[in-house]
């Protein structure tokens, strides 16, 4: 109850009482004792913060860690030997605790084979040469901060292809391609079109939907070579007019059954081409059975939208 009663007055005179029960047999205490080191603990506190940095308890030296900021600087030879603690929560809470006092460590910081101290390490860096770098880190997690970080400072790199890690290969594309369309940058919007996972197919074709990126020859050229054989279907879905039922035919004719079939099914609906017409009749006796089934299907359907007009 006294306890208790300390802490609804918050009185941080009890701080030396609660030090003592560090090491009371009955968990409760020391669980308070804790909390109460935590909620009081100040600048003044340093030789507490010593004692706890070198207490056999974990818990205790990564409590330690957690509050020595607030003795500002002469917390950092405290947290120079928490670093390098044989617990790994110690040493990472030790790291985080060290970079926000000292940015200058961040060089350090950054060679530790663990990935979790080299993330805070970037969180800490404005260097965007240095963020950059990171971005080839062998931890995947590691260059997803470095380009979080690169965002929340305002800077975007225009490194996209250069990105072996799909996940931020995305994101920068999402990023980037408002600016690439702003600015008619058809070169590396194509050079988006070849290898896109097929995240990347969806942002490409929201991106393009409402752009004639039909008179980009370039573009048309990559997603004809894409390593992706569905992305053209897609970019096509939408499309009306002569140039994009040329490129239909020629996919209807020449690319692979799955393709055939995409551009099949995307016709549903809506009024077909005499060149597209023409050859429906020879795609219903294809010997694979999916397009035969998708270009009967799509000749039935056109020819219950003329009788409907």
Known sequence: MAVRRLFEIDDS?????FVEMLDS????????SVDA???????EHRKLVVQLSIRKEGRLRLLSAEISTRIGTEALPILSTLCMDSE?????????SRLSIDPGTIPVAIESEDH???????SHS?????????????????REAALDQMISIGHIPNIVDEMVDDRLRLKLAKLLLPKMLDSGDVTSIASLCLNPTPSLRKVLAEALENTDWLEWSEVIDAAKNSSDNLLLPRLLRSKKGPIADGIRVELLLQAEDSTRVRILEHLHGRNVSKSIMEILPNLCENENPLVAQAATSLLKDSATLESEI
């Open 13 to 17: 005179a009890a701080l030396s009482s």
């Open 126 to 142: 404005g260097d965007v040469v240095f963020l950059e770098k990171m971005l080839h880190d062998q931890h995947p997690r590691v």
């Open 25 to 32: 047999d009955d968990e409760w205490f020391v669980d308070k």
């Open 37 to 43: 080191i935590r909620r009081w603990v100040g600048a």
């Open 116 to 122: 979790v101290v080299r993330k805070t390490a970037i």
């Open 88 to 96: 790994s929560t110690v040493r990472r809470e030790a790291w985080r």
